[in-house]
């Protein structure tokens, strides 16, 4: 896991903001998963969120940003469902203008809401990093931790002797 976390940061530090945004928004389903021991769900994913990354990330909520994710990962939108007061959400990607979380208005109209993808993604590198700290003395955890995908530099032997990931 954290080596899938130290290739998101290094994603988002390589300007490869797609890559990056849509890795970092597959931890909550991960360590949701891992959390709860059980598939990852709807429920799991805005509980691990809530807990946190909301702490350290306030203003995209954990239904907004499941929306978020399943509108990106799934059908590679950003579109916002109708009850929320903007119409989609737009990660600013300069490194130039740091901006906070905030939504806009295009006349009367609602516009998009903004967001520093690099806050973000470095926001949900960091809350995983400290879940994982905080949680690996847990040994149910620590099981499920050591199961998730890995990179393996000296491969599959005797199959495959170049680095592969399973």
């Known amino acids: 896991m954290i080596d899938y976390i130290k290739q998101i940061r290094t994603g988002i530090e390589k300007d ?12 909550p389903d ?7 021991g059980k598939q990852a769900s709807k429920e799991s994913f ?11 990330f306030p203003d995209l ?12 990962l799934h059908q590679g939108q950003t579109t916002s469902r109708t009850e929320n007061y ?11 203008i740091s901006i906070n979380v905030r939504s806009s208005k295009v006349g009367s109209n609602p516009g998009p809401k903004f ?15 400290k879940w994982i700290e905080v949680n690996q ?12 995908v890995k990179r393996h530099s000296e491969g599959y032997l005797p199959l495959m002797n170049v680095p592969v990931i399973y």
């Open 86 to 96: 903007y119409t989609h959400i737009a990660f600013s990607e300069s490194k130039n």
């Open 16 to 27: 490869l903001s797609f890559l990056a945004l849509a890795s970092s928004l597959t931890l």
């Open 115 to 129: 967001i520093d993808v690099y806050k973000f993604v470095n926001s949900m590198c960091d809350c995983s990093l």
């Open 46 to 56: 805005i509980n691990w969120y809530r807990e946190n990354m909301i702490p350290i």
């Open 137 to 148: 003395c847990n040994e149910e955890i620590k099981f499920r931790i050591n199961k998730c």
């Open 30 to 36: 991960i360590l949701g998963g891992i959390q709860t």
């Open 61 to 72: 909520t954990a239904e907004e940003c499941w929306d978020f994710r399943c509108k990106f």
